[in-house]
Every structure is written in structure tokens, then in C-alpha cells.
């Protein structure tokens, strides 16, 4: 029994090392910016790209690599996944330009696709208990805690030893580590019952988030309102309707949109892609921020990110745990409170704030993103029955992806307009402004070129305006997610499935008149063409228990 215990929590630390792995990749990204800008003449909408070609891809295949998962063996998955991922990465390294960068960080979105819900959803199938669980989801949010600040001073680090590729071969040597990890310390599973792949579903949502990110992105260059953008707008919106009426009335979707008349489902849904959405977006900013206003260096921008890391990874071990013990509810509408509390003050920020206050800052940003993101997972993993792991935890990596790569897409682009707009009020000479408006680091190229310190410094001021504007869009998403929460999420968990199938609350009632009441108390809740056992006070699967005589006559 000792050596079973240790083993589940082996397979966590594997299973971690593999979160990062593919975290670390999208903070690495992050702090390479600026120097991208320099190296590779890249402009502000190939960042934009770079950033988002891997978090779009990542949206897109992520249900469905989740139900492959469940479908073909979770540790098979998890190992294809890193194999994508590590010789993606590799080849990263070695892009002669943004295009060649662009595409390859796509290739490496499809193996991160692949490893991120099969990581939770061996977590769920090793760890059935709630209070385990719980435990082993709040290390999991630490491990992409831990990535925040890694990445950051390893990108740094690789920047000023090296050159900007070897951050990218770095993520292929830690893909590398954790594939022979996985070899021994990671046990199978699937779920043999799960439906064949929605190929209409993958199809229509990729092309509807496609479509939307492709919108945002070339807004500013095209205008908001322009007759192409709109167009754009307009068929992602009919995409995503057709997605939806698709995935609501074919036998084996590929979304089972059932799961979101349970409340809490959908609260938790909704949170996570809130607050990623903010969180992605201010990251983007941030890290131009500290590089080309305050002047900080690649890896002492890295160094200096760290109280946020740690403060992400604290509350992510400290909020899943509060979430069982005072409900979810409380926990996750704190944590939004942090959120727009930290992106408020951020937005006072300018080129003389001094270090002290932007620590304070960071570690308000980053407590109340362990606060929302981990307990608003564990709420989502407790829904699903464990056989369906791989969905559920897709699912919950979708809206991840989905919040994060819009949120670089809005934020980005919207930033984008307001500092082309503030800088057009400050430099009127056409020669200059045009190289200019591309981005702050092309604004400062040009002000090296010409020796004009005014055209550095009309940048600076309309990058911080920018800024500026882009915390206030966080925050005012995170008041959204705050009232969503607040109003659909449950304090606790109720039984699974029972608000997402037609008869579960009458069985449920049914069951619980019959049933003994406290912790040792059972219910049956449907779950898609299966009956499960599930302790009414916990919410968990217990598919080993017999099942009393209620029990029995309910079925």
C-alpha cells in the first residue's frame, strides 16, 4: 500500500515536469520579445503571431486530443505529444525569420495540444479521491507557477549567453527529460467506451477560432470598423454558432455542451478563461514594457519577474486546499478580486515606478491568479467522472488556451491602436512616424538611427498610455468573471451529472431519501450511457463501492 502511494506521487512529479515543459515554452516566448523585434525585424503583429500561433493551435486540437487520449491510452498520448513538441522546439531554434518562427511554434501548439489534458486527466485516474486530488491539482497549478518565473530567466539567461535560439532548444532538452520520465513512471489508462472523433466539431472550431484570432490580429492595421474586419467578425460569429448547433444535436460531439447545464461547470469554464485572458494579455504587454521603458535587461527583466512565479505557485498550493475546506466560491471570486485589484495598480505604472512597488504589484497579480485558476480547475475536474478525465481536463485546457490566446489578441491589438494613436500626436513627420508606428522597439530603432532622443521618448510615453489601457481591459474582464462567479459557482460540489442529464435530479432525490446522510452517503448520477457511484458530500466517482439496496432499486 506505502509503495502505491509513492508511486502516485512520482507519477505527479512527472506529470508536472511535463506541464512545465510546455508552460515554460509560452513564458519564454514572452521575454524573447523585444529581442525577436531586433533580431528577426519582426513587427508588432508577427509578436502578436508568434505568441498566438502556438495558443490558438492549442485551442483548436486540445478536445480533441483529449478525447484521442481517453480513446488510445493516456501515456501513449503524453508521449506523441512530446515527441511534436521537443522536435517543433528544436527547429524554433534555428527560424531565419518570423514566418519560419510562426509556423513552427503551430507544429509545437499541436504536441502541447496533446500533453497538457492527458496530464490531468492521468491525474484524475490516479488520485480518485477529492481530498488527494485537490492536493495534487494545487502542486500541478504550481508547477505552471513555477514555469512563470523560469522561463523568463532561463529565455534571459540563454539571451545574454548566447542568442535568442537557445531558449528554444532548452523547452526540446526538458521535453527530452520528461519523455524518459514518462517511460517508467507513468501508468496507462483510457476509457474504452469513449465516443468516435467529431471531425464536422474539430473542423468548425478551428476554423471559427481561426478566423476570430486572424480578425483581432489585423484590426489595427485594417481598422475596427473597416468592411474586411467586420466580415472577419461576422463569419467567426456564424462559425461559432455552427459549432455550437453542431455540437448540441450530433450523437458523439466532440464538446458535449450538456456539461454546461451544470453551474458549476460553467462558472469554473468561465473563470479560467477570464482570468487567462487577462493574465496572457498583460504578460504580453509587461514584458515590452520593462524591457523598452524601464530599460531592464533580458535576463534582469527574468530575475526580476520572479515574485509573481511565486506568488502564482503559492496560490495555487494554498487555494485548492481552501476551496474544499471553505468552497470554491469564496476562493475563486477572492482571487478575481486580487486580479483586478493588482491590473488597476498596474496601470499606474510609468518609466519612474520604482522596483519595491512593482513587486507589490506582481505578487498581487499572481496570488490572485493561483487563487482563481487552480480551485477553479479542481471544480471543473470534479464534474466529469474519472473515464472521461481526458475531456474534462481538454475542456478545461480549451477555455485556458482559448481566454489566453484572445487575450494576446485582444490586449495586443487594442494596445496596439491607442499607442499608434498617441504616438501620431507626437512625431508629424510621415518618414519617421511610418517605421515607427510598427512597434516601441521599432520606435527606438529609429531613434538610434536618427540620434532624435524625442521620437524615443514619445514611444515610451505612448507604449506606457498603451499599457495603461490594456491593464484597464484586464481588469474590467476580471470584474466580469468576478460576478459569473459569484453568481453561478457553487460553494460546493453537487453531485456530478446531475444538472446536465434530464433525469439525474430525480434520481438524485430519489437516492437521497433512501440514503444514509454524511460522508459514507451515496447518489447515482448519470453519466453519458453509464451509471456511476458518487458520494453526495464529496462529488466523488466511486465505481468500486456496492451498492446498497436504494441504490440497487433506484437503477
Known sequence: MQQRVVNRWVTLAVLCLAVFCVM????IVNILLPTLNRDLEASTKDLLWIVDAFNLVFAALVLAAGS????FGRKGALMTGLVIYIAASALSAFAPNPEMLILWRAVAGVGAAVVFPTTLSIISNVFPDRVERAKAIGIW?????ASVAVGPIIGGAMVEASEWGAAFLFCAGVGLITLGLTIPFVPTSRDPEVPRLDYVGLVLSTAALGTLVYAIIQAPERGWG???????????????????LWE?????????????????????????????FALFGFVFLITQFSQFVLGW??????????????????????????????GTKVVVCSGLVFLVAGFYWVSTCNSTTTYPTIVGQMMTVGLGMGLTSAPATEAIMGVVPAAKAGIGSAVNDATRELGGTLGVAVIGSVSLSVYREALADEITNPALL?????????????????????????????????????CWVAACVCVAGFFLALRYLPNHPTVPGAETAPDAPDTAEAVSADVPAGAAGLAVAAAGDVDLLYCTDCGSPIPEAAPTPAVAAAR
Open 297 to 326: 535587461g533580458v535576463l534582469e527583466a527574468g530575475l526580476r519577474q520572479t515574485p509573481v512565479a511565486i506568488a502564482v505557485a503559492g496560490g495555487s498550493l494554498l487555494g485548492v486546499p481552501l476551496a474544499v475546506r471553505v
Open 434 to 470: 511610418e517605421p515607427a508606428r510598427d512597434s516601441v522597439g521599432a520606435a527606438l530603432a529609429v531613434a538610434a538611427r536618427t540620434g532624435d532622443g524625442g521620437i524615443a521618448l514619445a514611444a515610451q510615453e505612448s507604449f506606457t498610455d498603451a499599457m495603461e489601457f490594456g
Open 24 to 27: 515554460v515554452a509560452t513564458m
Open 226 to 244: 473597416s468592411p474586411a474586419s467586420l466580415g472577419d467578425f461576422g463569419a467567426a460569429a456564424c462559425l461559432l454558432v455552427a459549432f455550437g
Open 248 to 276: 448540441a444535436h450530433v450523437p458523439q460531439p466532440m464538446l458535449d455542451v450538456r456539461l454546461f447545464r451544470n453551474l458549476r461547470f460553467t462558472a469554473a469554464s468561465g473563470a479560467v478563461t477570464l482570468s487567462f
Open 141 to 145: 497549478g504550481a508547477a505552471t507557477g
Open 68 to 71: 484521442l487520449s481517453d480513446r
